[in-house]
């Protein structure tokens, strides 16, 4: 099957999910953020499963924001302001999410993007407001911009595109976003923020690796264990991602997908390549005119959408031209390049793009002997270069290109959000992911004596999560202590040069008190829980403590328990952790399950984050509230806009009308005094809008619309009733036909009724009422015809369609009522299978009603 009917395969197959759901089912929002476009899938029951499109009808998003004199844009229309507005457009963030002001990343960002970053109030990279983005803003606001707050923009206009696709009502509030595997979590709390800033609730973040290989296991079923790398050569970097499929259950309607390693390179990508191609062409650009051009932001960016026009170019030729205007002082820029001299340029970067696989292997124990193919995504995949490094060291038979390399992302977040929601009826895909980082815990040994003489507390530090720990796996610490600690989280080494390893800091309190009730209720041997848990979306958190101990047994087993007791403890008041999963069991305990005796006391947990810290609640609620505003103001000024526009459109339609021919309707169904009434009007507010229309307000450009709108309809009724009048009018005659027609028959079998002395179906005053009501109808619908055809085309009419339908109505109503009427119940005769009526005020004897046929 190729590529198109694959794809054709699996949108058929979800949406006969989709169908299937049940009506409580909503919507997810899926959204592959990358550092060059977003791609983004809306699952809604009874809707096709594919990507959202943007207003241009593109498959793929743009992540760019920027200002245009205040006016926010969004997705290739913000990045064509590049060239122009440098300063104020805002192009791939996701480098900086996350990210400390002083990391090495900075440098590396500025070096291709025009942007200034600078500190922020939390000492995270945050990049200045150009001239032009504050534009419209009133009162005091940030000098810089927080990347949360950027990043929650772009969202928020891929949710805005979500509603239209979902259709006007629906709510679109869930969303699963993709991330590297690689992201810390700074990095993941920086894009969490982000996704509620723009107003959604994160349901998961995805590792994008094993996001596709839910799309790829879809359609596929696995009766044999299959083993894939997941090769993803993105914009901002590269990850691979070794990946088990493994069938499960009699009819193989379970897939298991184990993700077994990973590696990465966060910088090797697209954008170091289209970094590397400017730099030929600023060089070849310095070299021939002998200007320095790389302080100037405004060449640069001309520069650097050529180097990405150019990239595209030698991917599939050996060959391409360039051709700049006005690069800088009005000098235009041509040179030829050759997909030789790109590549010497990128000579070192081959070894970069191939060493995340074995990185993966290496995590995961295996060799590329034990992978069956590697499953190509990602833009860079199509440069021949990078193609051709993957197949020197894998072979060309195990590079497979069956998943969509754009989109394979987003749909597989799509189906995993699917089927987090418990509303959707998929594919029973279940996905176990990996911890890319060793996390410790540290804390202080609790002092056995308060003299001041005493050496300070020792540090303890133990593994909390090892690398390739399972997403969703919980630990119980247990502690024997008597006063208030704290545990610190941090990785064991820098996930990268730039990121600290301190991640939080847990203060447990309210110790010293718990353990003083529990000795009040005679509890004994109280101890410390503290539950850990290291997230499906890859966040490490302390949920909750509690102070824990048994009640006083004074049984004889219970006493010979305390005299001997329950065994050693840990020399610094600590016990050993136990692992459990969060997602399939309870946590387990090394003692027995808990009984109505025993005595939990919960604990307080205070977070605090010792180096990059998340948003806090009030800059949150800041920054929330001001998007809102800019919202909401965007929406004035495009609900002024639209008024504008319709004014004058409307204008040029009433210009074009008094200006037609004499055989036209507006001028066969107006008199004079009315066009002259209208043309006073329209030249007056013709000249108000060519003055006033740049300051009016919305409720102007209405008003002046209003105000041409009356004159004109009287007009437009005319036209309009002429139009309606021969189908009305057959409607009504039509009925009064049927009308006759029903009475005459319903008459003539009345008078047979009466003759024979049975009671029939319908009565002499219900037919009376039918045919008064037929005869003032009739009446009406005559003498108003009638005048009519003596009124000009220039006048109001005498009939309106609208009372003609009303009154046709009453008519049709009373004899639908009538004909639909039920026939009188008969009994059959004793003697004979003859039915006769039943009289009406006659009660039927026997213990029952009969069943009777009708006459």
Known sequence: MNAFGRRLAILSLFSLFLFSSTALATTVLAIDYGSDYIKASLIKPGMPFDVILDKDSKRKIRSSVAWKNGERLFGQDAFNLATRFPKDSYNSLKYLLGMPANADIISYYTSFAPPDVAPSTRFTAAVRRGSSTAARESGAVPATWDVEELVAMQLAYVRALAVDVAGPGERVQDVVVTVPAFFSQFERDAIADAVELAGLRLLALVNDGSAVAVNYAMTRQFPQRERHIVYDAGAASTRATVVTFAGQGKKQDTTLLTVNGVGYDRVAGGTELDRRMREILVEEFEHKHGVRIRDDPKAMMKLWKEAERLKAILSANNEASSRVESVYNDIDFSMKVTRQVFESACADMKVRFVQPMYEALDNANLTLADIDSVILTGGATRIPMVRAALAAVVGEEKLAMNVNSDEAAVLGAA???????????????????????DVQVSYLAEAKSTDASDAPPRTITSLAFAKGSRTGTRKTLTFRRKNDFSLAFSYKSPPASEIPVEMLDARISGVAEALANITEADGIDPVIKVTILFSES????????IAYAEMKDDSLAGKLKGLFGDGPSAEDGSTSTVDSSASSSPPKTTKAPATPKDITVPLNVTVKFPSVAPMGLEQKREARQRLIKMEAEEAAIAAREEQRNILEGYLYKLRDLLESDSQHPFVTHSQEPERRAISRQLKDVSSWFHTHADNAQTKDFIEKRSSLEALERPIVHRIKEIEEFPQALNMSQMWNWRTRLF?????????????????????????????????EHETWLNERVEKQKSVPMNRDPVIDTGEMRKRAKVLETQLQRLSQKKPPRVRPSSSSKTQVPLPTDEPESGGGQGKHDEL
């Open 538 to 545: 890859g966040f490490v958190s302390v949920p909750e403590a």
């Open 743 to 775: 009475l005459t028959e319903a008459l003539d079998n009345l008078t047979a009724e009466e003759r024979a002395g049975t009671t029939g179906r319908y009565t002499k005053v219900e037919l009376d009422e039918l045919e008064k009501t037929l005869k």
């Open 415 to 437: 189906l995993h959000g699917a089927t987090l929601s418990r509303q959707f009826r998929t594919k029973n895909i279940k996905l176990s992911d990996i911890a890319p980082y």
